[in-house]
């Protein structure tokens, strides 16, 4: 069965480190999306790609986030420089044609803990 | 702004009892509901979802949920609870901008 691969599963990294997470999604699917969640919270949507464009990055925090998706398969969620409440789970999701019309398939997600 | 709320962070359900996890939503147009499951170290996984039509929606592992328009709610639910259903169940709404926004949680345990 096709999954959504995400790497690291765990990482720890020291405040104003960068840190890097990457994301495969399943095959054929354009939209990808980035979610943080909090211990304790739902996902929140951090960033949603169509292929390689960028959809919705409202909630991301760009003076410290970037997110790309080059050739419009997989993509990479960047921090620099990490912070201490940059700590939760990072969860990457991908659909053949968004929300509306496919279910949206996670990844197990990277956790990551900023000491 | 669209909204999704599950009142209740923990539900414990004897198993082989029904069980019925609470969602109620808030949008200014026709929503499109969904319900996720996130067992421990795993990702979401996607569990069923209405868009229109019956308001009585089945999905998987027996699960099924009810969309009422005039309560708001969108409520999960399954005849007989297994200890395997014991999980993190999030509640969904999506709107026309395909913006997702999640519940908060609600961690379900089935007492054997």
């Known amino acids: 069965e096709a999954e959504v691969a995400q790497s690291p599963r765990y990482k720890i990294t020291e405040k104003s480190q960068a840190v890097a997470f990457w994301c495969d999604p399943i095959?054929?699917?354009?939209?990808l999306y980035w979610y943080r969640q909090i211990l304790g919270q739902g996902p929140e949507l951090l960033v949603q790609?169509?292929?390689?464009?960028?959809?919705?990055d409202s909630q991301l925090p760009k003076d410290r986030f970037s997110a790309e998706r080059l050739k419009g398969v997989d993509s990479t969620l960047k921090i620099q420089p990490a912070e201490l409440g940059d700590s939760a789970m990072y969860l990457c999701a991908s659909s053949l044609e968004g929300h509306m019309n496919t279910e949206a398939f996670f990844g197990q997600g990277t956790r990551l803990t900023v000491v | 702004a669209q909204s999704v709320a599950q009142p209740e962070d923990q539900v414990n359900v004897a198993e082989g009892n029904p069980l019925t996890v609470k969602c109620t939503y808030s949008?200014?147009?026709?929503?499109?509901l969904f319900w996720y499951v996130q067992y421990p170290n795993r990702g979401l996984q996607f569990l069923l979802k209405y868009i229109t039509g019956d308001n009585l929606v089945k999905g998987s592992y027996g699960f099924e949920a009810e969309f009422n328009k005039s309560q708001t709610s969108f409520h999960l639910k399954k005849p007989s609870a297994l200890v395997s259903d014991s999980a993190l169940y999030f509640c969904a709404v999506v709107e026309g901008d395909d913006k997702i926004i999640f519940g908060k949680g609600t961690r379900l345990h089935i007492l054997p």
């Open positions: 095959s054929g699917h354009a939209t």
């Open positions: 790609f169509q292929d390689e464009s960028v959809v919705d």
């Open positions: 949008v200014s147009g026709n929503p499109y």
